[in-house]
């Protein structure tokens, strides 16, 4: 049976799992459905360490933007921004400065429901309904949020996201087109699945996603080097969630992360 509660957007198939959901459940939340749920065991059977590797993700995202607000950021633009959790972008980067900009972006309907429902009240941040592959779309809902100044150096974030961008979608040309939007000294955030760190678990995962509505494609690191075309690296360049500029003792087995992280800066 499908369960329905208050923030379910209408029409939605809670029979069917979602990758945003999946993560949600991974990290702890609680807006998620059996079917994800069910997805979520699957995964953490061929990745055990999942759910560390969705805090270590999430704790880079963290790192990210406050690394750009220390180099002059004061709007970002959240790509696949997905369900919100507890240390949203809007939340680490209002702390840090109340009159910074957050347009998010996602097209799964949970993600977008209870993302106006969190922002009603705030007005320098917003969520728009498109598909991060479509940055055309993407790039005039932004505008026309008048959230986000493109005259302006902007932080483009993709947290977690890329690896569900298939070869096909041409994903070295959807990074293009945002960093082609944005001046220079605006700022690349990226993390993805990579088949470089764990292979075999990494394996398993592709073939747990095949029967989702979000299959996985991780990447190398010289494929990811690849999307930061037009970027400058900064250090420490592409490298393990935890080894992206950690934060005092760290102790988690960077060959366990199963993604790779960079920020890169607009030349």
């Known amino acids: 049976m499908s369960e329905r509660v208050s923030w379910v957007p209408e029409g939605l198939d809670t029979g069917k799992p979602s990758a945003a959901r999946l993560y949600d459940y991974l990290l702890g939340g609680g807006h998620n459905f059996a079917a994800d749920r069910t997805l979520a065991e699957k995964f953490l059977q061929a990745q055990p360490n999942a759910r560390t590797i969705a805090r270590l993700n999430r704790a880079f995202l963290r790192r990210a933007v406050l690394f750009m607000m220390d180099n002059g950021i004061r709007q970002f633009l959240d790509l696949g921004s997905g369900i919100p959790t507890v240390g949203n972008v809007h939340e680490i980067a209002q ?45 005039k809902a932004a505008g026309e949020s008048d959230l986000i100044d493109f005259t302006r150096p902007v932080g483009v974030l993709t947290a977690g996201v890329f690896h569900f961008v298939s070869p096909e979608a041409d994903p070295r040309a959807v990074v293009a087109a945002y960093r082609d939007a944005v001046p220079e000294g605006s700022y690349l955030a990226f993390s993805q699945f990579t088949q470089d760190l764990q292979p075999e678990e990494m394996a398993g995962v592709v073939e747990v996603m095949k029967k989702s509505q979000n299959p996985m494609f991780p990447r190398t690191k010289t494929e990811i080097e690849g999307l930061f075309d037009g970027f400058e690296l900064v250090e420490p360049g592409i490298v393990p969630l935890p080894l992206w500029r950690p934060e005092g003792t760290n102790t988690d087995d960077p060959d366990k992360a199963g993604i790779y992280a960079a920020v890169g800066r607009k030349i």
């Open 95 to 139: 702390k840090a400065d109340p009159e910074t900009n957050v347009v998010y972006v996602d097209f799964e309907e949970v993600a977008v429901a209870h993302s106006q429902l969190i922002l009603e009240n705030d007005p320098r941040a917003t969520i728009i309904e498109e598909d991060m592959t479509r940055p055309a779309d993407v790039l």
